[in-house]
Protein backbone atom coordinates (compact mmCIF):
# COMPACT_ATOMS: atom_id res chain seq x y z
CA UNK A 1 0.00 0.00 0.00
CA UNK A 2 1.32 3.47 -1.01
CA UNK A 3 1.98 5.86 1.84
CA UNK A 4 0.05 8.46 0.30
CA UNK A 5 -2.19 8.15 -2.32
CA UNK A 6 -4.03 10.64 -4.80
CA UNK A 7 -6.85 9.49 -6.52
CA UNK A 8 -8.88 11.82 -9.39
CA UNK A 9 -7.99 14.99 -7.34
CA UNK A 10 -9.46 17.81 -7.93
CA UNK A 11 -9.82 21.17 -6.74
CA UNK A 12 -13.03 23.83 -6.95
CA UNK A 13 -12.33 27.07 -4.80
CA UNK A 14 -15.87 28.59 -3.74
CA UNK A 15 -16.12 31.15 -6.34
CA UNK A 16 -15.58 28.31 -9.01
CA UNK A 17 -11.65 28.73 -9.60
CA UNK A 18 -10.75 25.18 -10.91
CA UNK A 19 -7.11 25.35 -9.28
CA UNK A 20 -6.24 21.46 -9.68
CA UNK A 21 -7.87 18.63 -11.66
CA UNK A 22 -7.43 15.00 -12.04
CA UNK A 23 -4.64 14.35 -10.45
CA UNK A 24 -3.46 10.57 -10.11
CA UNK A 25 -0.51 9.75 -7.66
CA UNK A 26 0.80 6.90 -5.85
CA UNK A 27 3.59 7.75 -3.10
CA UNK A 28 5.65 5.15 -1.78
CA UNK A 29 6.78 4.99 2.24
CA UNK A 30 9.75 6.63 1.95
CA UNK A 31 9.63 8.23 -1.05
CA UNK A 32 10.78 12.45 -1.58
CA UNK A 33 8.40 13.46 -3.67
CA UNK A 34 8.85 17.08 -5.11
CA UNK A 35 6.12 19.60 -6.42
CA UNK A 36 7.02 21.95 -9.25
CA UNK A 37 5.50 23.77 -11.92
CA UNK A 38 4.89 28.00 -12.89
CA UNK A 39 3.75 30.47 -10.59
CA UNK A 40 -0.65 29.43 -9.86
CA UNK A 41 -0.04 25.98 -11.27
CA UNK A 42 -1.79 24.41 -8.14
CA UNK A 43 0.93 23.00 -5.72
CA UNK A 44 0.31 24.19 -2.81
CA UNK A 45 -3.19 23.40 -3.35
CA UNK A 46 -2.61 20.20 -3.71
CA UNK A 47 0.18 20.02 -0.55
CA UNK A 48 -2.88 21.70 1.63
CA UNK A 49 -5.12 19.28 0.93
CA UNK A 50 -2.87 16.25 1.82
CA UNK A 51 -2.50 18.34 5.09
CA UNK A 52 -6.14 18.77 5.34
CA UNK A 53 -5.83 22.43 5.56
CA UNK A 54 -8.04 22.71 2.23
CA UNK A 55 -11.30 20.35 1.45
CA UNK A 56 -11.26 17.98 -1.60
CA UNK A 57 -13.52 18.98 -3.90
CA UNK A 58 -13.08 15.72 -6.09
CA UNK A 59 -11.67 12.42 -5.82
CA UNK A 60 -9.96 10.83 -2.81
CA UNK A 61 -6.42 11.86 -0.90
CA UNK A 62 -5.75 9.03 1.77
CA UNK A 63 -2.66 8.53 4.33
CA UNK A 64 -1.89 4.83 5.02
CA UNK A 65 -5.69 3.65 4.86
CA UNK A 66 -7.16 6.12 6.14
CA UNK A 67 -9.30 9.07 3.61
CA UNK A 68 -7.95 12.85 4.81
CA UNK A 69 -10.90 14.54 5.06
CA UNK A 70 -11.90 11.29 7.46
CA UNK A 71 -9.35 12.05 10.08
CA UNK A 72 -9.56 14.79 12.78
CA UNK A 73 -6.77 17.21 12.30
CA UNK A 74 -5.29 16.99 15.66
CA UNK A 75 -4.60 12.78 14.89
CA UNK A 76 -3.27 13.47 11.63
CA UNK A 77 0.37 11.79 11.24
CA UNK A 78 1.42 14.16 9.01
CA UNK A 79 3.64 17.38 9.70
CA UNK A 80 4.13 20.28 7.55
CA UNK A 81 7.09 23.30 7.33
CA UNK A 82 5.88 26.55 5.89
CA UNK A 83 8.02 29.17 4.21
CA UNK A 84 6.98 31.78 7.13
CA UNK A 85 8.31 29.36 9.38
CA UNK A 86 5.00 29.59 11.67
CA UNK A 87 7.05 29.77 15.15
CA UNK A 88 5.10 31.63 17.86
CA UNK A 89 7.14 34.99 18.58
CA UNK A 90 6.45 35.11 22.30
CA UNK A 91 7.82 31.28 23.14
CA UNK A 92 11.03 30.12 23.56
CA UNK A 93 12.25 27.63 21.03
CA UNK A 94 12.07 25.32 23.32
CA UNK A 95 8.42 26.20 23.69
CA UNK A 96 7.61 26.31 19.73
CA UNK A 97 9.28 22.69 19.91
CA UNK A 98 7.06 20.92 22.40
CA UNK A 99 3.84 22.87 21.45
CA UNK A 100 2.44 20.59 18.78
CA UNK A 101 3.22 17.49 21.78
CA UNK A 102 1.79 19.36 24.35
CA UNK A 103 -1.30 19.46 22.94
CA UNK A 104 -0.99 15.77 22.07
CA UNK A 105 -1.21 15.64 25.42
CA UNK A 106 2.38 13.85 25.53
CA UNK A 107 4.09 12.44 28.79
CA UNK A 108 7.17 15.31 29.57
CA UNK A 109 9.59 12.64 29.42
CA UNK A 110 9.07 11.53 26.00
CA UNK A 111 8.92 15.79 24.95
CA UNK A 112 12.08 16.53 26.34
CA UNK A 113 13.86 13.53 24.41
CA UNK A 114 12.25 14.40 21.47
CA UNK A 115 13.18 18.55 21.43
CA UNK A 116 16.48 17.02 22.60
CA UNK A 117 17.25 14.88 19.73
CA UNK A 118 15.38 16.94 17.29
CA UNK A 119 17.68 20.09 18.62
CA UNK A 120 21.08 17.81 18.06
CA UNK A 121 19.87 16.45 14.34
CA UNK A 122 18.97 20.46 13.25
CA UNK A 123 22.10 21.73 15.73
CA UNK A 124 19.91 24.43 17.56
CA UNK A 125 20.76 22.86 21.23
CA UNK A 126 22.20 26.26 22.09
CA UNK A 127 19.47 28.32 21.42
CA UNK A 128 16.72 26.18 23.33
CA UNK A 129 16.22 29.56 25.53
CA UNK A 130 15.81 32.12 23.23
CA UNK A 131 13.02 33.48 21.37
CA UNK A 132 12.31 33.41 17.52
CA UNK A 133 13.54 37.66 16.88
CA UNK A 134 16.68 36.60 18.89
CA UNK A 135 17.38 34.00 15.83
CA UNK A 136 18.77 33.95 12.21
CA UNK A 137 16.68 33.15 9.53
CA UNK A 138 18.39 29.78 8.95
CA UNK A 139 17.71 29.45 12.74
CA UNK A 140 14.29 29.94 12.20
CA UNK A 141 13.53 27.62 9.57
CA UNK A 142 15.37 24.88 11.68
CA UNK A 143 13.47 25.18 14.33
CA UNK A 144 10.15 25.18 12.05
CA UNK A 145 11.59 22.05 10.98
CA UNK A 146 12.41 20.63 14.48
CA UNK A 147 8.39 21.55 15.10
CA UNK A 148 7.80 19.00 12.52
CA UNK A 149 10.85 16.61 12.98
CA UNK A 150 9.24 15.88 17.45
CA UNK A 151 6.01 14.83 15.65
CA UNK A 152 7.87 11.39 14.26
CA UNK A 153 5.33 11.75 11.50
CA UNK A 154 4.39 9.20 8.86
CA UNK A 155 5.30 12.51 6.27
CA UNK A 156 6.44 15.90 5.63
CA UNK A 157 4.67 18.61 3.82
CA UNK A 158 7.04 21.32 2.98
CA UNK A 159 5.55 24.43 1.38
CA UNK A 160 8.82 26.67 0.11
CA UNK A 161 10.65 26.07 3.12
CA UNK A 162 13.86 27.76 1.79
CA UNK A 163 12.27 30.42 -0.73
CA UNK A 164 12.39 33.35 2.18
CA UNK A 165 15.88 32.86 2.84
CA UNK A 166 19.04 34.76 1.01
CA UNK A 167 20.67 32.27 -1.58
CA UNK A 168 23.54 31.28 0.56
CA UNK A 169 21.48 29.98 2.45
CA UNK A 170 19.17 28.15 0.50
CA UNK A 171 22.12 26.15 -0.88
CA UNK A 172 22.58 25.15 3.18
CA UNK A 173 20.02 24.59 4.06
CA UNK A 174 19.25 22.22 0.75
CA UNK A 175 21.92 20.05 1.52
CA UNK A 176 20.73 19.59 5.40
CA UNK A 177 17.51 18.67 4.16
CA UNK A 178 19.12 16.32 1.92
CA UNK A 179 20.87 14.79 5.16
CA UNK A 180 17.82 14.48 6.72
CA UNK A 181 16.25 12.64 4.53
CA UNK A 182 18.88 10.43 4.20
CA UNK A 183 18.89 10.48 8.36
CA UNK A 184 15.02 10.10 8.77
CA UNK A 185 13.81 8.77 5.77
CA UNK A 186 10.34 9.99 6.20
CA UNK A 187 7.84 10.21 3.40
CA UNK A 188 7.85 13.50 2.59
CA UNK A 189 6.03 16.11 -0.54
CA UNK A 190 8.54 19.42 -1.11
CA UNK A 191 6.61 22.21 -3.08
CA UNK A 192 9.42 24.21 -4.60
CA UNK A 193 9.88 26.33 -7.24
CA UNK A 194 13.73 26.29 -7.60
CA UNK A 195 15.28 23.69 -9.98
CA UNK A 196 17.95 22.82 -8.41
CA UNK A 197 16.62 22.33 -5.27
CA UNK A 198 14.32 20.09 -7.09
CA UNK A 199 17.34 18.13 -8.80
CA UNK A 200 19.21 17.74 -5.75
CA UNK A 201 15.91 16.64 -3.70
CA UNK A 202 13.65 14.64 -5.40
CA UNK A 203 13.29 10.79 -5.89
CA UNK A 204 10.77 11.83 -8.20
CA UNK A 205 9.62 15.04 -9.73
CA UNK A 206 5.73 15.94 -10.53
CA UNK A 207 5.67 18.66 -12.76
CA UNK A 208 2.34 20.89 -12.70
CA UNK A 209 0.70 22.75 -15.25
CA UNK A 210 -2.45 24.32 -15.49
CA UNK A 211 -3.36 22.25 -12.59
CA UNK A 212 -2.75 19.22 -13.84
CA UNK A 213 0.21 16.84 -14.05
CA UNK A 214 2.69 17.26 -16.86
CA UNK A 215 5.26 14.95 -16.27
CA UNK A 216 6.29 12.50 -13.51
CA UNK A 217 10.11 11.14 -13.45
CA UNK A 218 13.65 11.30 -11.42
CA UNK A 219 14.82 14.61 -12.00
CA UNK A 220 17.17 13.07 -15.00
CA UNK A 221 13.93 12.29 -16.79
CA UNK A 222 12.77 15.04 -16.29
CA UNK A 223 15.38 17.86 -16.48
CA UNK A 224 17.29 16.17 -19.58
CA UNK A 225 17.39 18.63 -22.66
CA UNK A 226 15.52 16.70 -25.53
P1 LIG B 1 0.93 27.52 -6.78
O1 LIG B 1 1.16 27.04 -5.38
O2 LIG B 1 1.41 26.54 -7.81
O3 LIG B 1 1.44 28.91 -7.04
P2 LIG B 1 -1.85 27.71 -5.95
O4 LIG B 1 -2.25 26.37 -5.52
O5 LIG B 1 -1.52 28.72 -4.93
O6 LIG B 1 -0.66 27.57 -7.02
O7 LIG B 1 -3.01 28.32 -6.86
C1 LIG B 1 -3.65 27.57 -7.92
C2 LIG B 1 -4.83 28.38 -8.45
O8 LIG B 1 -5.85 28.46 -7.45
C3 LIG B 1 -4.50 29.82 -8.82
O9 LIG B 1 -5.29 30.17 -9.92
C4 LIG B 1 -4.91 30.58 -7.58
O10 LIG B 1 -5.25 31.92 -7.91
C5 LIG B 1 -6.13 29.80 -7.12
N1 LIG B 1 -6.34 29.89 -5.64
C6 LIG B 1 -5.43 29.58 -4.68
N2 LIG B 1 -5.96 29.72 -3.45
C7 LIG B 1 -7.24 30.15 -3.65
C8 LIG B 1 -8.33 30.49 -2.76
N3 LIG B 1 -8.19 30.40 -1.43
N4 LIG B 1 -9.48 30.90 -3.34
C9 LIG B 1 -9.64 30.96 -4.67
N5 LIG B 1 -8.67 30.65 -5.55
C10 LIG B 1 -7.47 30.26 -5.05
P1 LIG C 1 1.09 21.71 15.43
O1 LIG C 1 2.41 22.26 15.84
O2 LIG C 1 0.60 20.63 16.30
O3 LIG C 1 1.00 21.38 13.96
P2 LIG C 1 -0.11 24.31 15.18
O4 LIG C 1 -0.93 25.06 16.16
O5 LIG C 1 1.25 24.79 14.80
O6 LIG C 1 -0.03 22.82 15.71
O7 LIG C 1 -0.95 24.19 13.84
C1 LIG C 1 -2.30 23.83 13.84
C2 LIG C 1 -2.73 23.62 12.41
O8 LIG C 1 -2.57 24.81 11.64
C3 LIG C 1 -1.88 22.55 11.71
O9 LIG C 1 -2.72 21.77 10.88
C4 LIG C 1 -0.89 23.34 10.92
O10 LIG C 1 -0.50 22.61 9.77
C5 LIG C 1 -1.67 24.60 10.56
N1 LIG C 1 -0.80 25.78 10.46
C6 LIG C 1 0.11 26.20 11.35
N2 LIG C 1 0.74 27.32 10.93
C7 LIG C 1 0.20 27.62 9.71
C8 LIG C 1 0.43 28.65 8.73
N3 LIG C 1 1.33 29.61 8.88
N4 LIG C 1 -0.32 28.65 7.61
C9 LIG C 1 -1.24 27.69 7.43
N5 LIG C 1 -1.50 26.69 8.29
C10 LIG C 1 -0.79 26.64 9.42
Same mark, same amino acid.
Given at each position: ?163 ? /???? %?? *???? #?? @?? &????? +? ?15 ? /???? %?? *???? #?? @?? &????? +? ?6
Amino acid at each position: MAAITLEAVGKTYAGGVKAVHSIDLAIQDGEFVVLVGPSGCGKSTLLRMVAGLESVTEGKISIGDRMVNEVEPAERDIAMVFQNYALYPHMTVRQNLAYGLKNRKMAKAEISRRVDEAAQILEIGAFLDRKPRALSGGQRQRVAMGRAIVREPAAFLFDEPLSN /LDAK %LR *VQMR #GE @IK &QLQAR +LGTTSIYVTHDQLEAMT /LAHR %LV *VLNG #GQ @IE &QVGTP +LEVYRKP
